[in-house]
């Protein structure tokens, strides 16, 4: 399983998450309550697994070890204490790490912010776990959002939610994807100049198809 390249990268991260999505139906999708900490940013990146049971200290250890450019995925099997805020996220920025995913929670949430890193996480709780757990990461397999992330599996993100998938998944919906926004983007402005919906997709087409029975998709015809 050959990694993406800086550019299959960049395009990914300029995509939304919800187009790869539909490029590719078989992406697999982590708990949805694992979201967006931080609004307003796309995130792409190969995942660096760590198990970290309520305690801050393999966070700690990953966003200063992990290479960059890679997406930190925290697996809490206990997620009732935060195991990561302003400082793990500046240090993840300092050195070019994606973001970083919990299944747990998060704290300073407003240093997270004004940081920019994608963060996702089930929310927020003021209070630290622990610092005694001496693992670090590569973990190998952690379940998140009951999704299995395997180190590096790209882990893709931004405020409509995750998604984990293969490189090889990622680089076959890479062109898929840029289609469908750029299809998108062309029926958003017929809409701002007084087209309908119905004249630049296949509604009628297809609503009349499964009307009858009959096998059909729904398409643009822009």
């Given at each position: 399983m050959d990694p993406l390249t800086a550019d299959e990268l960049a395009r990914a991260r300029a995509l939304a998450t919800s187009s790869l999505c539909d490029a590719d139906k078989t992406l697999a999708l982590p708990d949805p309550a694992i979201r967006a900490m931080v609004p307003d940013v796309r995130m792409a990146g190969?995942?660096?697994?760590v198990v970290a049971p309520d305690d801050h200290l393999p966070v700690l250890v990953a966003a200063g070890e992990a290479?960059?450019?890679?997406?930190?995925?925290?697996?809490?099997?206990?997620?009732s204490r935060a195991i990561a805020g302003e400082l793990v996220a500046a240090e993840a920025r300092r050195r070019g790490l994606a973001g970083i995913v919990i299944d747990g929670h998060c704290r300073d949430v407003a240093g997270l912010r004004a940081l920019g890193l994608p963060?996702?996480?089930?929310?927020?709780?003021?209070?630290?776990?622990?610092?005694?757990?001496?693992?670090?990461?590569?973990?190998g397999t952690v379940a998140v959002g009951g999704v299995a992330v395997r180190?590096?599996?790209?882990?893709?993100?931004?405020?409509?939610?995750?998604?984990?998938?293969?490189?090889?998944?990622?680089?076959?919906?890479?062109a898929g994807a840029e289609a469908i926004e750029r299809a998108e983007a062309a029926v958003l402005a017929g809409l701002g100049q007084g087209r309908s919906l119905a004249d630049q997709t296949t509604i009628a087409e297809h609503r009349a198809a499964r009307a009858a029975g009959r096998e059909s998709?729904?398409?643009f015809t822009v």
């Open positions: 190969p995942a660096v697994t290479a960059p450019g890679s997406v930190l995925v925290v697996a809490n099997p206990r997620g963060v996702f996480a089930r929310g927020s709780t003021p209070a630290s776990g622990t610092a005694r757990d001496p693992r670090g990461f590569d973990e180190p590096g599996d790209v882990v893709l993100g931004d405020d409509d939610g995750l998604a984990v998938a293969t490189p090889d998944q990622v680089r076959a919906a890479l998709s729904l398409g």
